[in-house]
């Protein structure tokens, strides 16, 4: 009997474990309940649980190999740990392409109308020229939600611009009616100086 037949998997608590597949497993912490499902490892949909969802990343990634072990059959140490690669670089490439081209996606959709209209006001203010410089270009990424409804809409965003100076962040609330958007509030926030700029006074 050769080294890898003393090793049973599938057999949960019942299964011996070889030491050679204990460690960390990025696979578990990259796509954890979808690789829970890969593996039979159903406890990965604590990650649905508010705030145990943070913890169960890191409890994926450090139990991962052993529960995958315990709880799915494999021909041998050889096929786990192939399989298991093929998870990792799924995880990386989620990482790495998915992920970034989602957030690029999204922040391409919130860069309007609004987001315009403020960083023309942002790039006009005497102030924050004063402080960041110009010419002021505003950041890649754009965070924030735009709801419409018709002719009306609100926008909620935060981005971040640059000078050569130095750099800040812009929180802007905007308005549509009649198909036009009305910035509400603007402000400039320059971290370094701990100070706000208010661009755009809200209309009492």
Do not use: C
């Not at 649905?48 to 529960?67: D, H, R, S, T, Y």
């Amino acid at each position: 009997m050769n080294q890898e037949q003393e090793y049973v998997s599938g057999l949960g608590k019942d299964s011996v474990v070889p030491p050679e597949i204990k460690g960390w497993n990025w696979g578990a912490f990259f796509l954890n309940w979808i690789w829970g499902i890969g593996n039979s490892t159903y406890i990965a949909f604590l990650m649905f649980v508010p705030f145990v969802n943070i913890v169960m990343f890191f409890v994926l990634g450090a139990k991962g190999n052993e529960w995958a072990w315990r709880n799915r059959t494999w021909r041998n140490v050889d096929h786990f740990k192939k399989t298991q690669r093929k998870w990792r670089n799924a995880g990386l490439i989620l990482l790495f392409v998915f992920f970034p081209l989602f957030f690029t996606l999204i922040g391409s959709m919130l860069k309007g109308e609004a987001f315009e209209q403020s960083l023309v006001s942002v790039s006009q203010n005497a102030e924050v020229i004063k402080i960041v410089g110009e010419p002021i270009e505003s950041g890649y990424f754009v965070m924030g939600s735009i709801q419409t409804s018709g002719i009306k809409g609100e926008a909620s965003l935060q981005y971040s611009i640059s000078g050569p100076n130095g750099t800040a962040d812009v929180y802007v609330q905007a308005y549509k009616e009649m198909k036009a958007w009305s910035l509400y509030n603007v402000i400039v926030h320059i971290p370094e100086l701990d100070k706000k700029i208010q661009v755009v006074t809200p209309v009492e």
